[in-house]
Structures are given as C-alpha cells and as structure tokens.
C-alpha cells in the first residue's frame, strides 16, 4: 500500500533546494549534489544529471548565475550563485512550503479527531 502515497515527483523540490543551498555561497554542481539532500526532499543521492539538468534551466531563467572557476588543481568547475531573483523564488516557495504545511497539519489533526487517535 505505502508505494500508492506520498509524492511522485522526487525531483519537485530540487529547485528550491539548490536555491537554498547557494544562500550559503557559491558552489559547484558537485557540491551542491552532496548537499540537496541534507534537505530531505530526495530518496538516496541525486542523479548529477538531474541536477546540472535543473542548473542549466536556472540559468536560463535567470535564478542563477556561473561562472568558470579555473583556480587549484584539476580542471576548472562551473560555479553558481543565486541571484536576487532567484532568492524572491525561493522566498516564493517557502511561502508555498508553509501554506502546504499548514494544510497537511490541519488534515492530519482533522484524521485524528475523527479517528480518536
């Protein structure tokens, strides 16, 4: 029965989440693969191609901003950082985040009433 609930979408939240997780500076795709999930909204690790999928569309619509970062060893990083518009969309989905959260509490209390649990 618990495979028919819950969200279908497993990639809903990984807008947000980026957005989130750039607020702490900027970032490269691997990094902020290692850190999407601190957020609770993914089962296991994110596919990097979901999230460079997500970046790429961010960028366009101009959520974030990159650059090339050539500096250390290796070879040189893409690295993102939110913009002032992207942190209205996610001032937006936290909005959004609150108002579900409130109805989802107001269902649960209303099951426990009927229920007497």
Do not use: C
């Amino acid at each position: 029965m618990s495979e028919k609930i819950g969200p279908n979408k497993p990639d809903r939240y990984v807008q947000p989440s980026i957005l989130m997780a750039l607020l702490d500076g900027k970032s490269y795709g691997y990094e902020l693969l290692q850190h999407i999930g601190e957020y609770g909204f993914l089962k296991g690790d994110a596919a990097p191609g979901m999230i460079y999928r997500h970046l790429r569309q961010m960028e366009d619509e101009g959520l974030v901003a990159s650059q090339w970062d050539a500096t250390g060893s290796g070879p040189a990083k893409r690295v993102y950082a939110v913009t002032p518009e992207g942190r209205e969309v996610l001032e937006a989905w936290v909005g959004y985040m609150e108002r579900q959260a409130r109805a989802l509490l107001a269902f649960v209390g209303r099951y426990n009433e009927k229920s007497g649990s």
